[in-house]
T-cell receptor
Framework: AQTVTQSQPEMSVQEAETVTLSCTYDTSESDYYLFWYKQPPSRQMILVIRQEAYKQQNATENRFSVNFQKAAKSFSLKISDSQLGDAAMYFCAYRSHNNNDMRFGAGTRLTVKP | DTAVSQTPKYLVTQMGNDKSIKCEQNLGHDTMYWYKQDSKKFLKIMFSYNNKELIINETVPNRFSPKSPDKAHLNLHINSLELGDSAVYFC????????????FGAGTRLSVL
């Protein structure tokens, strides 16, 4: 079974600075999808960014971008110009191409300091 | 309009009781899911339903039963509640297909006393 590992239980960043959250995964498949979800204190799970494994180009969404290294099975999230509203739990998730099952990492709690 | 809505947001109950959590989505999705988030924030899938067929059941006790009256609803029934069932339960929905984004509800915090 695929596993997703987030090795940083907690991270902190100064407002306006850049932070990178790590994620690695284990799979024998070649076709899959990767996601980063944000969970603020409100508990709502919000999609931040998505990456298709067959695409070499790293996905970007405004201040959020990923560094997808397929050979290394690494999928890190970079947040630029951090804002107070970015403070949340961030979950990395893996989804196989041929089923609906999504596996989540244990999460990284991000604190943004003013 | 809320895309995926769950009720109630909070549920406090005694051990041994039976309870239900409702979920509705207005996105026209054909697949719905239930996830459990434990006290350490670990999120794990419990069930998914596609066209009224259960397609995932991740070693969940049979005290938990999903019920889907139609494509827009997937309710979670829990019988004989135990202390270990205390968690936050999330409903989600998507179109069928791994590339499609899952949209989550706001969660239901269940506390079993």
């Amino acid at each position: 079974a695929q596993t997703v590992t987030q090795s940083q239980p907690e991270m902190s960043v100064q407002e306006a600075e850049t932070v990178t959250l790590s994620c690695t995964y284990d799979t024998s498949e070649s076709d899959y999808y990767l996601f980063w979800y944000k969970q603020p204190p409100s508990r709502q799970m919000i999609l931040v960014i998505r990456q298709e494994a067959y695409k070499q180009q790293n996905a970007t969404e405004n201040r959020f971008s990923v560094n997808f290294q397929k050979a290394a099975k690494s999928f890190s999230l970079k947040i630029s110009d951090s804002q107070l509203g970015d403070a949340a739990m961030y979950f990395c998730a893996y989804r196989s191409h041929n089923n609906n099952d999504m596996r989540f990492g244990a999460g990284t709690r991000l604190t943004v300091k003013p | 309009d809320t895309a995926v809505s769950q009720t109630p947001k909070y549920l406090v109950t005694q051990m041994g009781n039976d309870k239900s959590i409702k979920c509705e989505q207005n996105l026209g999705h054909d697949t719905m899911y239930w996830y459990k988030q434990d006290s350490k924030k670990f999120l794990k899938i419990m069930f998914s339903y596609n066209n009224k067929e259960l397609i995932i059941n991740e070693t969940v006790p049979n005290r938990f039963s999903p019920k889907s009256p139609d494509k827009a609803h997937l309710n979670l029934h829990i019988n004989s509640l135990e202390l270990g069932d205390s968690a936050v339960y999330f409903c989600a929905s998507s179109y069928t297909g791994a590339k499609n984004i899952q949209y989550f509800g706001a969660g239901t915090r269940l506390s079993v006393l």
